[in-house]
């Protein structure tokens, strides 16, 4: 049964982020890091799968290259990210990203907890003082999957960004989206980011999520694999009422998926002020 409450990770104490109330637009990206294991070709799964489990040297590189990505952008939703274990050289990857990156607020979502073996988690870096954030596990029948809900700007009506990462079966995806689905119904302006398994089409006709007339990606954003990208699994779905300025798969192969990026007006921003006067 999915539930929601406190956090099980792990979260910046800073109330220094600014509030998003005065920004005009902000820029997403969604990235499934992989631990920080550098995955260039198949056969690496293979060479490279010790490092699921034990410290690589290289690993700290590896991050600070993807770090010097999310520099660029507002908000990051993160998945495969490791909360401090023996293969991450007890190095909790989401706050690491975080002071690398600058991000004042972070939050780690620890979804599957394998004690000092691996720290399974999703992942929350923001310039941004959310209003709050909410940590849900999602159904399935092996526990470890989980959502994150961050909502910015007017209480009243704020954007709320759903960070996820799905399971691979479609019968699990179906239950932890119709849950998701149950999460969004009351809200206006709501962005779902992460790595889904699944293509665009499967999610919006053939999954629950085909009655919340979420707006996909162009059908050629393919994010996997990252050195030959032919599967379209990473999505940024946003609703009718955000005004997208741009959307696109960054070439940054660091993972084996790529990363999704888009830029979104604030609804009741300053650009939609000036705009309706």
Known sequence: MAVSGRSRGAASDSDRAPSLAETGRIRLLTFNIQVGIATGAYHHYFTRSWQHLLPHSRRRDN??????????????????????????????????????????????????????IAQHSNGILSRYQPLRVEEHRLPALIPGRGAMMAFYGNPDDPLVLVLMHLSLSKGAQNRQLDYIRALIAPYRHVVLMGDMNAHAEQLLTHSPLRSAELIPLPGSAMSFPSWRPEKALDHILVSPSLDVHDTQVVDYPVSDHLPISMEIEIPGGPEASIREG
Not at 81 to 102: E, I, K
């Open 63 to 116: 991050l600070d290259r993807i770090a010097e990505l999310l520099c660029d952008y507002d908000v990051i939703a993160l998945q495969e990210c490791d909360g401090g274990s023996l293969r991450s050289g007890f190095v909790n990857q989401v706050q690491y990203l975080a002071c690398q990156g600058g991000f004042a607020y972070w939050r780690q979502q620890l979804n599957r907890n394998l004690g000092r």
